[in-house]
Every structure is written in C-alpha cells, then in structure tokens.
C-alpha cells in the first residue's frame, strides 16, 4: 500500500463515517417527509399565537440567559486571569465541571438552592424580602447561567491567556493603570472572544430541553424544543412536532451560521489556562476586589454541587441502591453511555483522520476544501438539529415500521452518540491536526501507512485528549435527557428517566438521592476513563 | 510497542465489551418471561402507586386467575391514549384504564378497542351511562380543595375562582395530559362557553404551575406550596380516614361540580381477551369496588357498598356537569389550542 491509497482508504472511511451520522441526523425526519403523504405544516404553527408565543419565549429566555451569564462571565474570567493564586488552575478546572453534571441533576439543585423552600428564598425571607418563584422565567436564567457562565469564563480566560506575553510585559514595565491594561489590552482579547461565546451560548440555550421541562412550570414558560416533546408526548400531534422541528432547525441553523460569521471555534476553549505570566503592579484594594470577585464565582458554581451532595446525603441511600429499580437503571444508563461513547469515538476519528488526510497529496483544490468544510460541518450538525428532535424524526418514522419502544435502544445510542461528536472533535481534533503538522511530512515521506502510520504518528498523538473526549461524553450520554424523555418506557428506564418519573411524583428525596448518585458515578466515570487511557507519564495540562 | 499495544488493545476491549452488553440488553428486550399469561394494564400513577389499588387489586384477582396482574403507571388518565396512539396496534397493553367517558369517542376513534361483552346492567352511574366498549369502574366530582388553616374565604363558585386573589395561588393539572386537567377545562367551557378564553385569562395569574398529572399538583398542595388545588369532592375523606384531619376541604360551586367517569376498555390486539374479560368483571364486582372507594377515593358504581362514614360528610352535588363527548371530541383539540393560547401568554 502506497501513501495515496492509504490516504484514499482514510478520505473514504471519513466520508462514509459522516455520511452515517449525517444521515442519522436527518434520516428520521426526511424519511417522515417521503412517506407521509401530506407536505409538513410549516406555516400553520406560526400562524399559530400560542406557537408564536413559544417562539417568542425561546428568543427571550435564551437571550437573557446568554446576557447574564457573559456578562458576569468578564469580571470573573478579569480577575481569575489577573489573580496569582495557588488554587487557579483547580478553580478553572472546577469551571469544566458543570458542563459533565448531567442537566437534570444540575436542575434538581437549582430548586434546592433557589427554589420557594431553598436556601436563597430562606435568606431572603429572612431580611423581609419575597421568595423567589423558582418555577418559570427566573429558574430557566438561573439554571442557564449556572451551566454557562462557568464555559463562558473558560472562554475569556483563554482569549486572554492568547494574549503574547510581551503584552504583559509592557504594561508591567509601564505601570499603566488598570483601566487602560483593560482598555488596550483585555478589552481587545475579550472582545475576540465575545461573539463566538455569546453565540455558542444562545446556540445552547435555544435549544436547552431538560431545564427549561423541569423548570418551566407550564405552557407559560415553555421553548420549541420541549413544545416539540409535548406534541408528540401530551398531544401525539406528529404534524405540529414536525412543523416545531422545522422552525426550530431553521432557527438554530441562523444562529450557526451567525456563529460561523461572528466567531471562529463555537466549541472551542478546552484549554484549563494558566499559561501567561502577568506584571501589573499590586493593589491591595484590587486584590480583595479580585478575590471576592472569584470566591463569588466558584461559590455559584460550587453551590449546587454541594447542594446535590447535602440533600443527596438525607436522602435513604441505602435503600435506593438496593431497589432493583435503580439498579437496572444504572445498568441501563451505564451501558447506552459506554455504546454511544464508543461509537461516537470511533466515528468521530475516522472523520478527524479523514480530515488530516486531506491536508496532503497534490495540490489543495476547492474539492478538497469543501470536503474538509463538509466533514467538519457533519460533526457540529448535531448542535443544529438537537437530540429531540431527531429522536421525534426517528420515533415517527419507525412506528410506520415497527415497534417504536423496542426499537429504543438504538436510537438512544445513536442519538447520544452524534450528540457527544461535536465535542470530541473539538478535543481530538487540535491534537492530532499538530501532530499530522509536525510528523505527517515525515510520514509522507518515509511511506507509512496503515496500521503503522495510525500507530506512530495519530495513536500518540489521540491517546490523552481521547481520554479526556471518551470521559466527556460517557458524561454526556449518561446524563442525558434528550434522547430518552421520548423513548423512555418501563422496559427501558435510564437514571435520568428515573429521576425525572420521580421528580414527577415529587418523591423529592428520592430524587435527590438520585441526583447524587447520579452526579458520583458521573464524576467517577469520568476519573476512571481519563487516569485509565491517559496513562501515567503525564499530569496535568 | 508494548505501552501502544497494550492501550490499544484495552481500548479496543473496553469497546467490544460496550458493544457486547448493548446486544445482550437489546437482546434482553425482546426475550418473553414467565409461563403464565401476563394482563398488562396501562394505568395511571396513583392507580398502581403502592398506596392506590393497584397493589391491592392485584392480588385479589391474581389469587384467583393463575396470572400474573402487571400495572404500567403513565402521568395521567390522558396520557394513557396519547401512549396508545403512539404504539399503535404493537401496543403490549392488553387493558387501557384510567379514560374518561369524556374520551370514549376519541377512543373508539383509534380502532384499537373491542366491545368488552361485560355485564353492566347492574351497575349505577349518574346520568345513567352505559357504553359497550368501555365499562365505568367508579366516578367522582371534580373541585378545587383547600387548606383551611390558611384559605379562610374559599371560593364559593368558579366565579369566586376566577377573579380571587391573584396573590392566592392554585394548581391545576395539563388537559393535554390528564384527566382532571381536561375536566377543568371542560367545566369552564359548560359554565362559560364562548367566554371560557377570556375566563382563563383572568384565571392566569393565580395559576402557579399547570402539572402533567393529577400526583404532581397534589404533592404540591399538601407540601403547602400551594393553598389550593385541582382535585375531586372524594379528597377530604381521604384525610379524614387516612391522616385523621379535617384540615383539607372541597369547596361546592354554586354552577355545579363537573362529573368525571372513569372507564376501562379492552385493546384489540390482546392474546388475552378472556383474561381481560374476566379482569373487567372482577373490577365491578363487589369485592374490587369495595376496595376503590378508600384506595383510589372515588365513588362506586355499584349501590350496595358500604361507605365509611367520611364519605357522607361530602360536598353534595345536585348538578352534576357533563359535555356531551361527541362535542368533547369534536372540540378537544380547539379548546385546548384556545387553553394554551389563555394559560401561556405573559
């Protein structure tokens, strides 16, 4: 085998990798349009003022949510990066964390820690103030902010982290004062930052399900997404589901390509910072406003975490660990994680390797560009058409086949598998494509290929941030809501299905038992997977 | 390369064994358990919680069947035909129980039922209901219950309901998904008519959430986040017998209480048709209609059950409130469209 079949062989396996989950994406939905013999209602819904009023109720809710958290995202990122402390890594590292706490769980502690009986609402009653309405508008933000401001503060850090050293330098050696380094100097790095974040956020809050079902409290405070839900779940509406789905597709593919045009990586920053050394002149007064600044902010990210932990702990563990209910759930859960993780990885790489192939051979044709932009669009797709909806598309189209819920494990798998592409790609990708450039020359040339090719120069290079990308998305599969919300039954019940049916029930220490647990075998997953494939030679980023 | 093999290969395992197990539970789905025939009746939360009559009933009927009585609880009465539109004919229930007489029409409409040939002739239902399909296993009232120690001016009559207190919060349950959900919306619509939207959206801000089900919005109401809830006339004996207090109370509307049947039907497709037929009969029969009135704290249909005393100190209702279910049908869909627009703009 030469180079050039090697590479045909690579470009081919990619092509076929993202085909497959491409049409596992839209499958669902465009054999639904083949078959069912009336044409898709589009403009009924929007005719429609309740459907307007959902339409309208996404915009707000993923608007305001995306304001807050970027806007108490700067002066935190401002302070974590200017700070010299011993525990900023830890800190930035804990930032990474809610975004693996599974939604639900996440949820469940905001109501403990924001809710009517929560903590905050107790303080505030406290001082003669009313407590908080945590069902509706206000618990959405709060759970939204919860999860993003933490991925938005990564962010920043790291467009200031981008900033070359010789920047600190000077502003150092010309002790200029606080407001012009942030004039001259942060402002600009954030301001690089700014529209790729804020997007990615309104990307995710758009399409936010879990919370905005547990949180919302009614048809006043519902989004397209779970209006989707509700029309296949509540009502078995399949026309309106689909006519929800387009708009909602429609929507969120205005807002990637807003994205695209705005910023450059809208899932980038897994970077856990530290990197650039700064010089500006010690202010005690800036110090405490800096520390306070940052313990407020690892405060709000640690409180549900400890929440969880507090109401978790009251909860009858021992009993629920026994009931064989949670036990086959468990199961359940860790099994769909381990199957979609590893099919997502395996996709994701042949795509990556596809990728990197295509920087070599002949010249770099317009072909050849598009097919790189097409593979790489072919990962982040999942972000436009999101999990419920291509659960609704496949559960509509099977039931014409066959037995919907027995057909469920599939689809879940799948459906947790390209939900978890976009970010693997975004951690195995930067990798590998530094690899291929400093050895991929030199494996052109001394013709390796195939297995010893992938074993010298990709293997290496994949092994720690495949870890890291095997780690964070049995989190995300484990955890997740989406996907089972419509296909869960009583033959198939994950933990988060399990958690929601008891939450439904408001059996409320049960669930935050579940939560707990919920969260620890999470957190173990993760540990276990990144010390077990990252071997030992190194720590640390 | 030993360390590469070695990672490679641990890789690779970890993989076949995910894969392995997913064939394995797949797999599993399909595999049939057990010799004897198993009934599967899909019901409602409360009505196979341990506390409702499910756990009760089963082992009643199973004493006598050789079976095995399997309860699938769904969110609310509603729900249960919205799962069986959704799995069509491949359904593995084998009982549908928990509709209403309000959705017979829209039942019978999916084709999925069969005449039950289950002899009703001496049961008593108000509004003298019979159906051949769908036999009525208990009714109730629907009203809205209150914590007396601290709602001291109840609502009198809906229009009480309606423009009271914004600040005096109420559950209410979702009519897309549950039973009294859909009563409600019912009620509104016989009371009011072509004024129900504007009724609802006086309504909309003492709502603080709409619940999938019936369980939700009264776990709320007796954790005291809400004072005031959507449930039926039957709720407060189930304190006075159970809890021992008379805290909890149903307040009678002067336009009259709306009148909720329940039924059961058989599906079509059930390998178990005589099983079912013979659960059917067991359900109206003396001994399980004893047990629902404490259990799922509704009225029999029958009028030789002893009642205990709590259940005569109800709200007597002279007028009971009933939409034609061929109207029902036609509308469902309209009003609900004409509910969600009311309950969900700001």
């Known amino acids: 085998m030469n180079t050039r079949t090697d590479r045909q062989i690579r470009i081919g396996a990619g092509i076929a990798a993202a085909l497959l989950a491409l049409g596992f994406l839209l499958g669902g939905i465009l054999v639904l349009l083949v078959v069912s013999d009336q044409a898709p209602d589009v403009v009924a819904p929007l005719a429609d003022p309740y459907v307007r009023s959902i339409l309208g109720f996404t915009l707000m809710q993923a608007g305001l949510s995306t304001l807050l958290s970027v806007v108490l995202a700067i002066p935190l990122a401002l302070a974590l990066h200017r700070a010299r402390f011993a525990g900023k890594r830890a800190i930035l590292r804990l930032f990474l964390l809610p975004q693996a706490l599974p939604v639900l769980a996440g949820a469940l502690a905001v109501i403990t820690i924001w809710g009517r009986n929560g903590v905050v609402s107790d303080g505030l009653a406290a001082v003669g103030l009313p407590q908080l309405d945590v069902y509706g508008l206000t618990g959405i933000l709060v759970a939204h902010v919860f999860f993003n401001m933490p991925l938005a503060a990564r962010l ?62 009614g048809p006043a405070a519902t989004t397209l997404e779970v209006a989707v839900y509700q029309a296949l779940r509540y009502d078995f509406d399949p026309g309106r589901a689909i006519g929800l789905s387009i708009i909602q597709i429609v929507l969120t593919a205005l807002v990637l390509v807003a994205t695209l045009i ?21 202010s005690r007064v800036r110090d405490v406003g800096d520390g306070l600044v940052v313990v407020l902010g690892t405060l709000f990210v640690v409180s549900p975490f400890a929440a969880i932990l507090v109401s978790g702990l009251a909860a009858d563990l021992t009993r629920l660990v026994r009931e064989a209910t949670v036990q086959e759930a468990a199961i359940t859960s860790l099994l769909v994680a381990a199957a979609a993780a590893s099919l997502s990885l395996l996709v994701s790489m042949l795509v990556l390797m596809a990728i990197e192939a295509l920087r070599f051979g002949k010249r770099p044709g317009a072909a050849r560009r598009g097919t790189r932009i097409g593979l790489e669009t072919a ?21 014409q086949v066959t037995d919907v819920l027995a057909a469920a494990p599939y689809v879940v798998v799948a459906t947790n598998a390209v939900m978890a592409m976009p970010f693997i790609v975004r ?11 400093e050895t991929g020359k030199l494996a052109e040339g001394l013709g390796l290929t195939g297995a010893a090719r992938f074993a010298l120069v990709d293997w290496p290079a994949m092994r720690r941030p495949l870890a890291l990308a095997f780690a964070f998305s049995l989190a995300l599969s484990f955890g997740d809501l989406g996907a089972i919300a419509l296909f869960g039954s009583s033959d198939f019940v994950t933990l988060p299905y399990l ?28 540990g276990l997977v990144e010390r077990g494939f990252a071997g030992r030679e190194e720590t640390g980023r | 390369m030993p360390k590469l093999t070695r990672s490679l290969l641990r890789f690779s395992a970890s993989a076949a064994v995910a894969l392995a197990t997913v064939a394995v539970i797949v797999g599993g789905a399909f595999a049939q358990s057990g010799d004897r025939p198993t009934l599967t009746v899909y019901t409602y939360d409360s009505f196979s919680a341990e506390w409702g009559p499910g756990p009760k009933l089963k082992q009643a009927f199973e004493s006598g069947c050789d079976c095995t009585l399997d309860f699938v609880g769904l969110d609310d009465g509603v729900a249960i035909l919205n799962r069986l539109k959704l799995e069509g004919p491949s359904t593995k229930a084998d009982i549908a129980l928990g509709l209403t007489s309000d959705l017979i029409p829209e039942a019978k409409a999916t084709s999925m039922f069969m005449d039950s040939e289950v002899d009703v002739s001496d049961l008593t239902v108000p509004t003298g209901f019979s159906d051949a399909v769908f036999v009525p296993y208990d009714y109730s009232y629907l009203a809205f219950v209150y914590d007396s120690e601290t709602v001291t001016n109840p609502p009198k009559s809906l229009a009480d309901l309606v423009s009271g207190d914004p600040n005096q919060k109420i559950a209410i349950e979702d009519p897309r998904t549950s039973t009294p959900g859909l009563g409600f919306l019912l009620w509104m619509k016989a009371v009011y008519g072509d004024e129900a939207a504007a009724k609802w959206q006086e ?110 100190d109800l709200v007597s209702v002279d007028e009971p409130l ?11 869909r309209a009003w609900t469209d004409e509910w969600l627009q009311a309950v969900g703009a700001r």
């Open chain 1, 427 to 437: 951690i195995i990708g930067p990798a590998l494509s530094q690899a291929n450039a």
């Open chain 1, 262 to 282: 705005l910023g450059r990586d809208p899932a980038g920053g897994f970077g856990t910072g530290g990197r650039a050394r700064r010089f500006d002149a010690r």
């Open chain 2, 322 to 332: 009933l939409i034609d279910p061929d109207t029902v049908a036609k509308n469902r």
């Open chain 1, 499 to 526: 958690l929601l049916q008891r939450m439904g029930s408001y059996r409320t220490a049960d669930a935050a038992g579940l939560a707990l647990i919920l969260g620890l075998v999470t957190v173990a997953l993760m």
């Open chain 1, 156 to 217: 920043f850090v790291a467009a200031l982290d981008r900033v070359p050293a010789e920047g600190w330098k000077l502003a150092g050696q010309l002790a200029l004062p606080p407001f012009t380094v942030f004039r001259t100097i942060e402002w600009p790095a954030l301001r690089s930052a700014l529209p790729g974040a804020s997007a990615l956020i309104f990307m995710l809050c758009v399409t936010s399900f879990t919370i905005v079902l547990v949180l919302g409290g």
């Open chain 2, 203 to 312: 309504l909309q801000p003492r709502i603080l959430t709409v619940t999938p089900g019936w369980s939700e919005a009264y776990g709320l109401f007796t954790k005291g986040e809400v004072p005031i809830v959507l449930s039926y006339t039957t709720s407060p004996a189930y304190h006075v017998i159970e809890e021992g207090t008379d805290r909890y109370k149903a307040a009678g509307f002067a336009e009259g209480q709306y009148l909720q049947i329940e039924v059961a039907g058989i599906l079509k497709e059930t390998p178990h048709a005589e099983l079912a037929r013979k659960f059917l009969t067991f359900l109206v029969g003396k001994e399980a209609q004893s047990i629902l009135p404490t259990t799922n704290w509704a009225l029999p249909v029958r009028d030789d059950i002893d009642l205990p005393e709590a259940f005569s």
């Open chain 1, 379 to 399: 990962t982040s797709l999942v972000l436009v058409v999101s999990p419920v909806i291509v659960g609704a598309g496949w559960f509509l189209a099977l039931r």
